[in-house]
C-alpha cells in the first residue's frame, strides 16, 4: 500500500447522521428499561465525582443530591457514599 492509496475523491461526501434515538421504553443492551428520556438527562460518573458535586454542577445546589440518589438507588446501592466510575446515572427533572 503506497502514501497515495489514502487519497480519494470522497471529501465532499456527508457525514453519516447519528442514529435516532431509541423510542421511550426501549431496552439497551443488557435488557435493562431505558426510562432516562422520561426522567431527565444522564451523567456518566468520573473520577472524583460524588453526588453531592453532580447535584452542583447540574442543579446549582449541591443539597439535591438525594433527588439524584432516589433515582438511582438501584445502581448505586444503599450507600450512597459509593458511586463508582463509569456508572450512569439518571438526573431527574425537578
Same mark, same amino acid.
Not at 23 to 37: C, E, P, R
Given at each position: 500500500?503506497?502514501?497515495?492509496?489514502?487519497?480519494?475523491?470522497? @471529501?465532499?461526501?456527508?457525514? $453519516?447522521?447519528?442514529?435516532?434515538?431509541?423510542?421511550?421504553? =426501549?431496552?439497551?443492551?443488557? *435488557?435493562? +428499561?431505558?426510562?432516562?428520556?422520561?426522567? @431527565?438527562?444522564?451523567?456518566? $460518573?468520573?473520577?472524583?465525582?460524588?453526588?453531592?458535586?453532580? =447535584?452542583?454542577?447540574?442543579? *446549582?445546589? +449541591?443539597?439535591?443530591?438525594?433527588?439524584?440518589?432516589?433515582?438511582?438507588?438501584?445502581?448505586?446501592?444503599?450507600?450512597?457514599?459509593?458511586?463508582?466510575?463509569?456508572?450512569?446515572?439518571?438526573?431527574?427533572?425537578?
Amino acid at each position: 500500500m503506497g502514501l497515495l492509496d489514502f487519497l480519494s475523491d470522497k @471529501g465532499e461526501q456527508k457525514p $453519516v447522521e447519528p442514529a435516532a434515538k431509541p423510542a421511550a421504553g =426501549a431496552t439497551d443492551f443488557f *435488557g435493562n +428499561a431505558n426510562n432516562s428520556a422520561a426522567s @431527565g438527562d444522564s451523567y456518566t $460518573v468520573v473520577s472524583g465525582d460524588s453526588l453531592s458535586k453532580i =447535584a452542583k454542577n447540574h442543579y *446549582g445546589d +449541591a443539597a439535591k443530591w438525594h433527588q439524584i440518589y432516589e433515582a438511582n438507588k438501584a445502581i448505586i446501592g444503599t450507600n450512597p457514599d459509593h458511586i463508582e466510575v463509569g456508572q450512569v446515572l439518571t438526573l431527574p427533572s425537578l
